[in-house]
């Protein structure tokens, strides 16, 4: 029976067996869910398509969220892609839009997948379904992309706490992207050890990061952290393809990730009591949601926008 409790496990299971990642996690989910494969990847086609379907709805939409902080954001990225001085290429353009799509979908009280978390959630589909939208990918190769990410999300999960409260972004959006970075290695037909790589790749580049959320709400600056954690996931993963390797090994980048969350200042973990959340313009933005409100100015804020 395969147990996981490390990533070096990860690896010698995947070469004792002469499986990718995605298989292995797979005999890993049978064994301990009592599932059969086909329930378990029916469960995970679900995931994907509510991805897809938040992707879709996000990158149109110019929505505003409840608090008026973020929404438009990822359609304005991608009506940007056909203007002559967009210099970033459709894969990168959509891998940004997707991100923020998913965030502000999330700000906006829809169905998103939390992925590992809700304030995390953007990266791996981002990540995923662009390369699958340009690449021409079949699907098949994104389930499996999925389903190797999550596996490296259940590693980590069990060597720290996936929570900003608990030790900074680094936890959510940090993980997600070498999740990420992960799936997609795992997608593009790569290794075992390029995709455990990917992932250290990714995830030690953001260590250390804070979670700051302006007026305590998982938007500012959380809904561009989804926007560009996508891309750098891509570049992690395309660094593992060609053959770079991370110096720290994955389990000891975890280690380190968790023992940073420790050492942060409980002011830098999700409570708004530091970085963006304290500038000025933070405070005066939080000074005014949180002030209590007439009758008339929440009637007001319910009107539809004059044209």
């Given amino acids: 029976m395969p147990n996981f409790d490390s990533f070096q496990e990860l690896l010698t299971y995947c070469d004792q067996h002469a499986c990718s990642i995605s298989e292995a996690a797979l005999q890993y989910e049978e064994a301990y869910s009592g599932q059969d494969r086909d329930a378990i990847l029916a469960g995970m086609r679900q995931i994907l398509q509510q991805m ?34 967009c210099f970033l290429s459709p894969i990168e353009m959509k891998m940004i839009a997707y991100g923020l799509a998913t965030l502000e979908e999330n700000s906006r009280m829809k169905r998103i ?17 662009a390369v699958e939208h340009e690449k021409q990918v079949n699907p098949e190769q994104t389930l499996k992309g999925l389903i190797a990410g999550g596996v490296i999300g259940e590693i980590t999960a069990r060597r720290m706490f996936l929570s900003g409260s608990a030790a900074g972004c680094q936890a959510e959006v ?68 060609a053959g770079v390797q991370s110096f720290i090994p994955m389990d000891e980048v975890v280690e380190a990730m968790a023992a940073v969350g420790k050492l942060m200042h409980p002011s830098l973990k999700e409570t708004a009591e530091g970085g963006l959340a304290q500038t000025k313009t933070a405070k005066i933005f939080t000074e005014r949601f949180k002030a209590p409100k007439t009758v008339s100015e929440i009637i007001d804020e319910q009107k539809p926008p004059s044209h």
């Fill in 113 to 129: 997948v939390a992925c590992p978390t809700a304030g995390g959630s953007g990266s791996v589909p981002a990540a995923l379904l």
């Fill in 174 to 241: 940090g993980v997600a992207s070498g999740m990420a970075a992960a799936g997609l290695v795992e997608m593009m037909g790569g290794t075992p050890k390029q995709v455990v790589e990917a992932a250290a790749i990714s995830m030690q580049n953001l260590m250390g990061l804070v979670c700051d959320p302006v007026a305590g709400l998982v938007e500012v600056p959380c809904v561009v952290r989804n926007g560009l954690s996508g891309v750098q996931a891509a570049a992690a993963a395309t660094m593992a393809l």
């Fill in 52 to 85: 897809r379907d938040t992707v879709a709805s996000g990158i149109t939409s110019q929505e505003k969220s409840m608090s008026g902080l973020c929404g438009g954001d990822a359609k304005r990225i991608m009506d940007f892609m056909a203007q002559p001085n």
